[in-house]
């Protein structure tokens, strides 16, 4: 079975500074990821994602991600933290047409 | 974003009475899922289906019941509602590709008091 492990339920950034949020996969065979947000009180939206297609992948709002293989991870980057970016993230795997979720990362953006 | 509508949008209702949620789509996709979300768990899979009348359980069925008659709608049905399905509930659709993207809904906030 496909699963993925969100390191960190919190994550505290200043503004302008720079967001990192961890994800680590489980999968037996080449998995697809995606990073989802969500806003307070709304449903999820897509990020990004990755098919094996490039190992960088860039998404909306600046975030981006990479895949490395050889440390099972899918982190999410951006460079530098917007008082819009306060949310909370989850980090998916997709097997057999379902995703499964991280139990998921809040981001709180200090002014 | 694909045009996924919920309703009710919020729900308030008492122990052991039946409750069904309805998830409305206008993107013609073949796959919708039913998740609840609580705090500490992220999203979990209740139900999905893949064609009209075509369902399977997720993780977390127990107590949950769906149906699908249509292409565009998707039902969520609890029983005999308890307080333990109190949280929300999203639905979402994809398309037929392994790596189509999952499209969610604005969801619905139950409390079964």
């Known amino acids: ?111 | 974003d694909a045009g996924i509508t919920q309703s009710p949008r919020h729900k308030v209702t008492e122990t052991g009475t039946p409750v069904t949620l309805r998830c409305h789509q206008t993107e013609n996709h073949r796959y919708m899922y039913w998740y609840r979300q609580d705090p500490g768990h992220g999203l979990r899979l209740i139900h999905y289906s893949y064609g009209v009348k075509d369902t399977d359980k997720g993780e977390v069925s127990d107590g949950y019941s769906v149906s699908r008659s249509k292409t565009e709608d998707f039902l969520l049905t609890l029983e005999s509602a308890t307080s333990s399905q109190t949280s929300v509930y999203f639905c979402a659709t994809s398309g037929e590709g392994l790596t189509d993207t999952q499209y969610f809904g604005p969801g619905t906030r139950l409390t079964v008091l």
């Open chain 1, 1 to 111: 079975a496909q699963s993925v492990t969100q390191l960190g339920s919190h994550v505290s950034v200043s503004e302008g500074a720079l967001v990192l949020l961890r994800c680590n996969y489980s999968s037996s065979v080449p998995p697809y990821l995606f990073w989802y947000v969500q806003y307070p009180n709304q449903g999820l939206q897509l990020l990004l994602k990755y098919t094996s297609a490039a190992t960088l992948v860039k998404g909306i709002n600046g975030f981006e991600a990479e895949f490395k293989k050889s440390e099972t991870s899918f982190h999410l980057t951006k460079p530098s933290a917007h008082m819009s970016d306060a949310a909370e993230y989850f980090c998916a795997v997709k097997g057999s047409y379902k995703l499964s979720f991280g139990a998921g990362t809040t981001v709180t953006v200090r002014a």
